[in-house]
């Protein structure tokens, strides 16, 4: 089972605002915050995952979803608490549930939550390695999960990285 449980209570990692790469695209979430993801990824309507944005480049098999679920929704979860529970939604979709550990990050003033592993899910031939992060805006959560296949790990993972970590608030 995916769960905050594991992970443990130590040093915030700060994150360097490194610049958005040349072949990433700028997507504005709102009039506060950008998303970035790679040029080749297209925005689609028609992925399982359902999410406000999805993004897939079907040709290098890499997908993205970024999920907005407004605070006023939620019953006073806090980051910790709306991360876990996003996570067990995931697994829903999984063959193996797996649990990974969870790492706290700050973006500056955007602080979030990230994760990485493998797993099978249901109507994939192969093993997917996913990328999740949550981020805690002041109206919102913003839920960004990067996945391929395990065969294109390494061509994607810089990118993926970055994807999850993308998010700027416009000064």
């Known amino acids: 089972m995916l769960s905050a449980c594991n ?9 360097e605002l490194t610049p958005i790469p040349n072949h990433f695209k700028t997507i504005e979430i709102d009039s506060l915050v950008t998303f970035s ?11 399982k995952l359902l999410g406000d944005y999805q993004f897939a480049d079907l040709i290098n098999v890499q997908y993205a979803v970024i999920q907005l679920d407004l605070k006023e929704s939620i019953d006073e979860l806090d980051l910790k608490q709306f991360t876990s529970a996003k996570l067990g939604e995931l697994q829903l979709k999984m063959v193996d549930p797996v649990s990974s550990k969870l790492e706290t990050f700050s973006l500056k003033e955007i602080k979030g939550y990230s994760t990485e592993f493998d797993t ?3 109507g994939w031939p192969r093993k997917l390695h996913y990328w999740i992060s949550v981020v805690e805006l002041d109206d919102k959560f913003v839920t960004t999960i990067t996945w391929t296949t395990e065969d294109r790990i390494k061509d994607f993972k810089g990118d993926a990285e970055m994807i999850v970590k993308s998010f700027r608030l416009n000064n």
């Open 7 to 15: 992970s443990s209570e130590k040093k915030e990692i700060v994150i």
């Open 37 to 47: 993801c790679p040029k080749e990824m297209h925005q689609v309507e028609n992925l």
């Open 120 to 122: 099978d899910v249901f």
